[in-house]
C-alpha cells in the first residue's frame, strides 16, 4: 500500500532558526476536539504596520496531521518575511480519525486567525491557504467550503467564517470518485470506507463537489508523471472552477511526478508566493 506523502527538500529541510525580522511562535493552541488540543507555529513580521494578509499552511502526508506543521517551518517563516502572517498547522491524524475530522481542524485554524485578528495583525477578509499532496486537499477545502456547506466541527471560534480567500495546491486530490485507485487504501484510512462500498463518501469528501460562485481563486499546481495524484484531478477541478468563472490556474510540469526539485522547485514556489500577493496582499474590493 502507497502513502499518499510530500517530502519535497526544498521545504521540509532542518527546521530553521527562525530569521531575525520574523517573530515565531510554536505550538499555539489554536482549537480542542475530542480531547485533544489542536496546535500551529504563527510566523509573522516584527515590524509589521498591519493588518497583513494570512495564509493556512497544510502540509502532506497521508491527512497524519501531528506533528507534521514543523516540516513547514521554513516555508512558514519565508511567507513572514514576505509580509504576511503565516500558520503551518497539525490536524488530527488517520487512521485514529477519519474524514471529516481533518477538514473540521483545517477550518477551525482559519477561524482562529480570524477570531484572533488583532491579537496577530489579520486582515481577516485577506486569509489564504496552500497546501501540498493531501494537505492540498485540505486546502482547496477552504476554498470551496462555506459555513452553510458544514463541517465547521466544534473547535472553536464558531462565530467566525472558515473559507479561504485564496489557495495554491500542490499535487492535491480534488475528486475521490475518479482518484487513481492505487491510493486506495490510504484513501480508506482517511474515509473509513472503500469507495465500492460507499460512493457518496468519496464525493462528499471530493473539493470539486463543492464549487460554485463564490468559490475562492485557485492556483492548481501538478506534475504530468504524478501517479499518486494524477495530473487530471487537477484538470478536472479547472473545468469545475471555469463553468462558474472562478478565477485562477492550472500548472502542468510536464514529466514531473509527485514531487520534484531543485530549479523547477524554487520557481513553482515563487508562482505561489506570487499568487497570493496577487489574491491577498491587495485589499479586498468593496
Known sequence: MRVLALTFLAVCGAVPEPQSEVQYDRDVVYGKATGEEMKLNLARPKDAQGPLPAVVILAGGGWKGAGRKDLMDRFTQEFGRRGYVAATVDTRSTPEHVFPHQVEDAKCAVRFLRANAQKYGVDPQRIGAVGFSAGGH?????????????????????????????????????????????????FEFFLGAKRKDNPELYKKASPITYVKKGTAPMLLIQ??????????????????????????????????????GGDEWNRTLEEAYAFCDLHLKAPPKK
Open 223 to 260: 506534475g504530468t508523471m504524478d501517479d499518486m495524484v494524477p495530473y487530471t484531478q487537477a484538470t478536472e477541478m479547472a473545468a469545475a472552477l471555469t463553468a462558474v468563472g472562478v478565477p485562477g490556474r492550472v500548472e502542468l510540469l510536464f514529466g514531473a511526478g509527485h514531487r520534484w
Open 138 to 186: 485540505l486546502a482547496l477545502m477552504l476554498g470551496v467550503l462555506t459555513k452553510e456547506d458544514g463541517f465547521e466541527g466544534d473547535g472553536g471560534w464558531a462565530e467566525q467564517p472558515s473559507q479561504a480567500n485564496a489557495v495554491v495546491a500542490f499535487c492535491g486530490p480534488t475528486n475521490f470518485t475518479t482518484a487513481n485507485p492505487s491510493n486506495g487504501g490510504n
